[in-house]
């Protein structure tokens, strides 16, 4: 398992972070989202798609990849996506 860091804009933009980013504000509104436990063998990119639409609640830092996937999915993930 691994982490993936994603940069979410305010402009609903969600990017793989850069090198060297860290969980948090990233300036202008931007906030560095920390998708923990993904599955070594799905790509950045698949955790990426898996985010598209969601912008995580004020104070989000982390969110558990298995959460994402069963929001996803349609059951719920507890708020912790921001939904």
Do not use: W
């Not at 558990?64 to 059951?75: E, N």
Request: charged letters at 20%.
């Amino acid at each position: 398992m691994r982490t993936e860091l994603i940069l979410f804009r305010t402009d609903a933009h969600a990017a793989l972070a850069p090198a060297g980013s860290v969980p948090g504000e990233a300036g202008e509104g931007a906030v560095v989202c920390a998708i923990d436990n993904c599955p070594d063998e799905v790509p950045g990119e698949a955790v990426l798609k898996l985010v598209h639409n969601l912008y995580p609640a004020a104070g989000v830092t982390r969110v558990d990849y298995g959460q994402l996937a069963a929001h996803r999915a349609g059951t719920c993930c507890g708020g912790a996506c921001g939904r």
